[in-house]
């Protein structure tokens, strides 16, 4: 006979109140989720791949999602800003991620059309690409402002990550986005 694998979380206290628990439970899913956002930023702040802000702004609707859950478990006084802050998140990700999705679609649209009308969709790529570095560059700035602010590390300090999310190579510890020059 097999021995029973080991559970990946403690049984509840069955000593705490309904709503410790609650909150406990809604501490920790706040927390993954931040986890998932600052993890992963430095590919968003690197660049090299659109993936990366679409991961982030998916990571940011999450969070938002559950804090929007949690209102009532936290103190208001600092709860409110991390909660605007969340959804900041998701917003100055989103003009990037906008001209991603439409620059990849102009790419197919491209290589579908006539001869013709290539340079047309060309002009409309150019366009396009400068509008994204100018999105990039106040996603950049804004991103700067968090790590200035200590947000990274105010939203570990606030939703340390469960134990039992945690691995030998990766401990909660304090996370920035990466130094971002805007």
């Given at each position: 006979?097999?021995?029973?694998?080991?559970?990946?979380?403690?049984?509840p206290?069955?000593?705490?109140?309904?709503?410790?628990?609650?909150?406990?439970?809604?501490?920790?899913?706040?927390?993954?989720?931040w986890a998932a956002?600052?993890d992963?930023?430095?590919e968003?702040?690197?660049?090299?791949?659109?993936?990366?802000?679409?991961?982030?702004?998916?990571?940011?609707?999450?969070?938002?999602?559950?804090?929007?859950?949690a209102?009532?478990?936290?103190?208001?006084?600092w709860?409110r800003?991390?909660?605007k802050?969340?959804?900041?998140?998701?917003?100055?990700?989103?003009d990037?991620?906008?001209r991603?999705?439409?620059?990849?679609?102009?790419?197919?649209?491209?290589?579908?059309?006539?001869?013709?009308?290539?340079?047309?969709?060309?002009?409309?790529?150019?366009?396009?690409e400068?509008?994204?570095?100018?999105?990039?560059?106040?996603?950049?700035?804004?991103l700067?402002?968090?790590?200035a602010?200590g947000?990274?590390?105010?939203t570990?300090r606030?939703?340390?990550?469960?134990?039992?999310a945690?691995?030998d190579?990766?401990?909660n510890?304090s996370?920035?986005t990466t130094?971002?020059?805007?």
């Amino acid at each position: 006979m097999s021995a029973k694998p080991p559970a990946s979380r403690p049984a509840p206290d069955r000593s705490r109140s309904g709503d410790q628990d609650y909150r406990t439970a809604m501490r920790d899913a706040i927390a993954t989720q931040w986890a998932a956002v600052w993890d992963a930023m430095p590919e968003v702040v690197a660049g090299e791949d659109p993936e990366a802000v679409h991961d982030v702004r998916v990571a940011s609707r999450r969070l938002r999602a559950a804090m929007d859950v949690a209102t009532d478990c936290f103190p208001a006084k600092w709860y409110r800003p991390l909660h605007k802050t969340a959804k900041a998140i998701t917003q100055a990700l989103g003009d990037v991620r906008d001209r991603d999705v439409l620059l990849a679609e102009l790419a197919g649209a491209r290589e579908r059309a006539p001869k013709a009308h290539q340079p047309g969709i060309d002009y409309l790529i150019a366009g396009i690409e400068r509008d994204r570095k100018k999105a990039r560059k106040r996603m950049l700035a804004f991103l700067a402002t968090l790590d200035a602010k200590g947000i990274p590390e105010e939203t570990t300090r606030r939703f340390p990550i469960p134990e039992a999310a945690e691995t030998d190579n990766a401990p909660n510890e304090s996370r920035k986005t990466t130094e971002v020059q805007p």
